[in-house]
């Protein structure tokens, strides 16, 4: 008997693969750069749709800036370090190493 897969839905940043060093992980630290979601937001049990709406408002801004950190206002960069310094710190202490392929597909 065949049974309908259940819905996929976000697990979470702090519980993301390879401590949120993902694609949606991104989505989400840079929703949290630009004030799109609070800090304290990690998406968990969020759909794809809702994903994809954050996805959408992420792009926008950084078209403002041209995709580039550099091109940040300097209020920006700085926040911008912060939030991917703290990621980068907690994904290591959980195992993530760099140097691996993830094998993310988001």
Not at 18 to 24: A, E, K, R, S
Not at 49 to 70: C, L, P
Request: aromatic share 8%; glycine share 10%; net charge negative.
């Amino acid at each position: 008997m065949n049974r309908p897969d259940k819905p996929k839905t976000y697990p979470g940043l702090d519980h993301d693969m390879n401590g949120g060093m993902t694609t949606v992980g991104k989505i989400i630290r840079d929703a949290w750069l630009f004030n799109i979601l609070p800090e304290s937001e990690t998406c968990e049990g969020w759909g794809g749709a809702q994903i994809d709406v954050i996805y959408q408002q992420v792009n926008d801004e950084w078209d403002k800036y041209g995709s580039m950190v550099s091109s940040l206002p300097e209020e920006l960069q700085t926040r911008h370090k912060r939030i991917y310094d703290e990621a980068i710190a907690k994904a290591k202490a959980r195992g993530w190493d760099p140097e691996i392929i993830s094998g993310d597909v988001d």
